[in-house]
């Protein structure tokens, strides 16, 4: 049973919802729509995770991208980082080996947002 779930607010959020499963394998487990068919949740999943999204004013504040990100565990780190860049997302740390066994990347999303993927499953 899911405990944790991370919650991302975009300006578009159909847009995001589109982007973020092209680029990085999530898919919609449910979206709900105001009476203007804007969106006003939606949770997403990959795997055995799950994440919540809404909309946003573009004068939002967020986090700087050193305060938090999103780690989200995936089989094939190389494969999904070649997915991510030829969806649009801007990879920021390219993928590399850790100290500990993990292939880890980091992306920020259509919004900015930093996510960091990787193969370590506490």
């Known amino acids: 049973m899911r405990t944790v ?3 991302f607010r975009y300006p578009d959020p159909r847009a995001a ?7 990085f394998g999530f898919q919609a487990h449910v979206v709900h729509e ?6 006003a949740h939606a949770e997403l999943v990959l795997d055995t995770g799950m ?5 946003r004013a573009d ?14 565990a995936v089989p094939d780190v190389d494969a999904h ?3 991510a860049r030829a969806a649009g997302a801007e990879i920021i740390r390219e993928p590399f080996d850790t100290d500990y066994g993990s292939r880890d990347y980091a992306a920020r999303d259509l ?5 960091s993927f990787g193969t370590y499953r506490p």
């Open 81 to 83: 980082c070649a997915q």
């Open 51 to 55: 994440i919540m999204l809404g909309g």
């Open 111 to 115: 919004a900015g947002n930093v996510w």
């Open 59 to 72: 004068t939002a504040p967020r986090p700087a991208d050193d305060d938090w990100s999103v780690y989200v």
């Open 34 to 39: 105001t009476p203007d068919g804007s969106v």
């Open 17 to 23: 919802i589109d982007w973020l499963c092209s680029a």
């Open 5 to 7: 779930y991370p919650i």
